[in-house]
């Protein structure tokens, strides 16, 4: 009897040994870029152009740049997605050509960033000719993030009880009304949640952006959506392996910056995402 | 196997004598009329060969074991049927004389015919908006209109005095006797026909219960109701009539108090003495 008692003491150590090992890499990460970053922030760096080939100066195009390119690919995505994992959950039928259309979504999440690069610059840059820019970038990261958008939204409408379906159509509504009325508004928490996945995967993502839209040096704000930017984790790859001799809190400062934007967006759609979770 | 089949012939044939005298008989104009129904679910057959007569302003019950096929029925007579995947039906049901599947359209048949589930399932929202979600979604926006039907339907349920000080709070907050008549009086605001019961007290205490079988009589006066129960007593309780489902056969359907006292059907017996099912 004893011996059990020991024996799950030592199975409880191991569980709390693993998730500290789990959580320790995000503390060490954080640390790093906030120890190393910190004393790069100032209103210099966020506000202004850079200078002296990147080594002096600030950020700001990046920001701006990736800032553009999450609001752009979401606007495109979000709507899509939502709309097309309404038409498979609510309404399809389970037939072959359902079956295939799935078979798809799940290899379109399997595919490598770089591989949906060389395609965005084949389709919008070269034969739609979009050309480099912000709505080559765009398009190609909406379409990478296709996938967890209609995974995770139809996740949430899966998760609506059939019950409040039933019942809505009992009481006379039309099949879409049902949906309009009681199925969208209780699965939108989960819906937001696939939009702010997407957020952090579209700021970060490097490869696609290389091929579609982001600019080496580009000292000035874009006008229109054919304009090309820079972006905050090409510019990161740059200033930390392409030019020698600049500060190293420029390169932690970089990443800091980044971190932080995916931080506040994904806080502004969990405000959003708790709101609606109210309204309930 | 030749024993089985023969057995199935002999409750076909039961069944058939049995729609001649009690199941169709004496109303020539009945509300529901429905004629040689057959449901499969892929290739499972859940309902064979169905016809029986449902008259105005009665209570039919109907009973019967798991898998009896009744509340396949019961889903048909809304056409709630419809979303199952894989379903096979023939035959036919006539509303006053009109084709549900073919003559009316499913939106407007739901608002004739309404439905009170096995669990009371309020939607998420206020007691109010419980209320009114049918006559709002059918374009009814008229706000004094709608705080009458309100008050109107509750108190049909008697619910009213339970919650008139607290419509504007979430349904999913009163218990669950209370969300069961707040299902019934959510259904009565689209002023349905019939209304049909799906084992509407399977979760509820006796004396909501009391409060459900009730109301179910009051409501006999102006609707016609359909009852699927599990629950024999109830049948016995409420029931005008009550018809007796195994493994999708009507066996028998009679007057409640024949069904109870002097069933003509061995298995019927057998089943409400609770020797199966």
Redesign the interface.
Known sequence: MKNEVVKEKIGFGVLLLATLLVVIPVLLIIWLILSKGWSALSWEFLFTMPRDGMRAGGIFPAIVGTFYLVIASIAFSLPIGVLAAIYLSEYAADNLLTRIINLAIINLAGVSSVVFGLFGLSLFVIFLKFGVSIISGALTLGIMTLPVIITTTREALRAVPKSYREVSLSLGASRWQTIRHSVLPFALPGILTGAILSIGRVAGETAPILFTVAAFYLPKLPHTLSDQVMALPYHLYIVTTQIPYIPENFRFGTALVLVGLVLIMNITAVIIRSKYRKRK | MGHAEKKRCDMTDRREANNSSAGQADHPDPKIKVRELTIHYGKVRVLNNLSLDIQKNEILSVIGPANSGKTSFLRSL?R?ND?E?NIRMSGSILLDGRNIYKDLDA??L??RV??I?A?P?P??RSIHDNIT??PR??GDHDKSALDQLVEDSLKAAYLWDEVKDRLRSSALKLSGGQQQRL?IA??LA?KPEVILFDEPCSGLDPISTAKVEESMMELKKNHTIVLVTNNTKQAARVGTRTAFFLMGDLVEIDSTEKIFTAPADLRTNDYIIGRFG
């Open positions: 809304n709630l979303f995947p939106e407007g739901r608002k309404g439905m589930f669990l399932i939607l998420p979600y049918g979604l059918a299902c959510r259904t689209l």
